[in-house]
């Protein structure tokens, strides 16, 4: 007698009487809405810096890349190779070639101190003294303003990140690398790289100032392909003269990242979980005030044949309603005001700045509406089974 | 079950309890009722009395403590949940006391309402709450909201909900019990005519002697019981 299709249409029928009813609570509505709309956009805003790292990191990584550094270092400032070293490296099999060989770029990576920009206190800046090789390694290198430094002399170029984040890095105005005044001539990009937060100089320059010889601390590889990296990897990890460990690119960017990833999707997750709970009660309460205020009316629908069902899932419907609102206002919200918000943090293996922009993805924005919808139907399951729960006389007799 | 031909409503010993915490209120006890087909019957008593709950059982919106409740051969306390609703729909017209209109539909709407659990096409569901608004004298007020209307005209509104789909029995708490002479008087023209014109048999609780004079029968109820005449 009543089909499916029958308790379908009593679904949608008291659903649309809710609906309908919903002006007349506009207030608590409101303010469910909205409190479910901070907890996304908080949510939303804290992962999206975890996303940003990431994409920050996945930017500097290309798949052909290869980066040696000395086993037993874990970041490129603790590494140190030596001349030999690094012509061996050089020498791999499996490496790119051009006509002036393969396409190995040894570098130095030491941090000097620069004031940032936002605080004015000092950080350290990732200082990097490149050959030639570095911009056929990166291939997204380019300058975007002013020119590249002249190779033997004391000139800077900066990245767009370390520009952004560090006063006093503007072309024209002058560095202090030792005793000296080293003049910024040019800024570059990257691609959005991790490079971009660094600042360049000719490692010929760099070597004498950091007393380092000949010595070099890692070297950028690009390999024939992808797929030479094992064949690359064997052989230097096999030859009895070397004592280093070649990664790819991505493994290493991946490494440097993992841990601040981590801590900041952590964080992320326990702040919304915490204020979620907060919206969760906020839900709740409107969704019993909306229910009591109609405890009648369901009465009614009930003593005049409706479903219990039906009434418990049209009350979760509005509930989900309010959420799935309050979730996309939020998400917005994080959407609107920060991304592409440019920030910086402490990149923990090399203790010098990471620059990266808010990454408010796409599926980070459907995230943040799952877990409104989530907390929607919390808050709106109890009161939707307590609607039903009252014995209809009882509730017939309640004004 | 069911007695005689032509008996549609019978209850059977019936207990009715009410818990409050720990108290428990006797409202009706081993109380016997016989209402034949097309019968309009009046039930009075005092406030409090279990008039009320002696209605919501007969409606199957309650359940009683103890004993059977049999309506045109259906044992409806044995009924589920889902079954009893459904039972309801079909056979049951119940005028509130309250009104208990949806405030935020229509006049036409809220006497739609229960055709929206029969299989009736939209169109057909239009049609039959129309012709129930015209037998409750209100179609000039279809498209008025509860609010715009008067006391009378809501509780035919509630009538027109009651009647529109055709039930076997229409039970009434108290439908003319705020209303004004004139008023009442108009409500009582109606269910006395749909009570012989379209034969519904009708329950309606009044405490009104005025209206209960309207009725084919009067019965009075007392200490959970049923009789003939007041106890004084
Ligand atoms: N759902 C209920 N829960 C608890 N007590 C009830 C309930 N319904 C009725 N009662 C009690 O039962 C008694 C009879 O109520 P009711 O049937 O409404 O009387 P009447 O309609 O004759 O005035 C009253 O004491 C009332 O408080
Ligand atoms: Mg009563």
């Known amino acids: ?399 | 079950m069911t007695g005689g031909e032509g008996l549609l409503v019978r209850l059977d010993n019936v207990d009715k309890v009410f818990k409050r915490g720990s108290e428990e209120i006797h409202v009706l006890g081993g109380l016997n009722l016989e209402i034949p087909k097309g019968e309009f019957l009046a039930l009075m008593g005092p406030s409090g009395s279990g008039k009320s709950t002696l209605l919501n059982l007969i409606g199957g919106l309650d359940r009683p403590s103890q004993g059977t409740i049999d309506i045109s051969g259906e044992q409806i306390d044995a009924l589920s949940g889902r079954r009893l609703a459904a039972w309801r729909a079909r056979h049951v017209g119940l005028v509130f006391q309250f009104y208990n209109l949806i405030p935020v539909l229509s006049a036409q709407k809220n006497v739609e309402l229960p055709l929206l659990l029969t299989h009736l096409s939209r169109a057909q569901r239009k049609k039959h709450a129309s012709t129930a608004l015209d037998i409750v004298g209100l179609s000039h007020r279809a498209s008025h909201f509860p609010r715009t209307l008067s006391g009378g005209e809501q509780r035919r509104v509630g009538i027109a909900r009651a009647i529109v789909t055709d039930p076997t029995l229409l039970l009434c708490d108290e439908p003319t019990g705020d209303l004004d002479r004139k008023a009442g008087d108009e409500v009582l023209d109606l269910l006395q005519a749909l009570n012989r014109e379209q034969g519904k048999t009708i329950v309606m609780v009044t405490h009104d002697a005025h209206a209960a004079a309207r009725a084919s029968r009067t019965l009075y109820l007392n200490k959970g019981q049923l009789s003939l005449a007041p106890l004084e």
């Open chain 1, 1 to 399: 007698m009543a089909g499916p299709i029958n308790w379908l249409s009593q679904v949608a029928s008291v659903t649309q009487f809710n609906f309908l009813t919903l002006p007349q609570r506009k207030g608590a509505s409101a303010a469910a809405i909205f409190g479910i709309a901070g907890v996304v956009a908080v949510m939303v805003a804290v992962l999206s810096i975890a996303e940003g790292i990431m994409q920050t990191m996945d930017n500097s990584a290309s798949p052909e890349n290869v980066i040696v550094m000395r086993s037993g270092a874990n970041s490129e400032m603790m590494s140190i190779l030596m001349g030999d070293d690094v012509r061996i490296i050089s020498e791999g099999p499996g490496l790119a070639r051009d006509e002036t060989g393969a396409i190995a770029s040894p570098e130095l990576f030491v941090v000097i101190n620069l004031p940032m920009r936002s605080t004015g206190t000092d950080a350290n800046v990732p200082l990097r003294g490149v050959g030639r090789e570095a911009m056929k390694v990166r291939q997204q290198f380019s300058i975007v303003d002013g020119r590249m430094f002249q190779w033997g002399l004391h000139e800077v170029i900066v990245g767009v990140g370390a520009q952004y984040q560090f006063s006093g890095l503007e072309i024209g105005s002058s560095i202090t690398v030792g005793q000296e005044q080293w003049p910024v001539v040019g800024v570059f990009h990257v691609g959005g790289g991790l490079a971009e937060t660094e600042v360049w100089v000719d490692s010929a320059v760099l070597q004498p100032v950091y007393r380092r010889g000949n010595s070099f601390q890692v070297v950028y590889a690009k390999l024939e392909s992808e797929d030479s990296f094992q064949e690359y990897k064997d052989a230097l990890t096999s030859d009895p003269r070397l004592n280093v460990k070649p990664m790819r690119e991505s493994d290493y960017y991946a490494s440097q990242s993992e841990m601040l990833y981590k801590l900041i999707t952590g964080l992320g997750t326990l702040i919304a979980l915490i204020m979620g709970f907060g919206a969760v009660f906020g839900a709740l309460n409107t969704m019993y005030t909306a229910v009591s205020s109609r405890t009648r009316e369901i009465a009614t629908l009930r003593a005049l044949g409706f479903n219990a069902g039906p009434v418990v899932i049209s009350v979760l419907m509005e509930s989900l309603l309010l959420a799935f609102i309050g979730g996309v206002i939020g998400a917005g919200l994080a959407w609107w005001v920060f991304d592409g918000f440019r920030a910086a943090t402490l990149n923990f293996a090399s203790f010098s700045q990471v620059a990266f922009a808010f990454n408010v993805s796409l599926p980070l924005l459907v995230r943040g509406i799952v877990f409104a919808m989530i907390i929607g139907l919390i808050g709106g399951l109890f009161p939707a089974v307590r609607s039903v729960r009252q014995p209809i006389s009882t509730a017939l007799r309640e004004l």
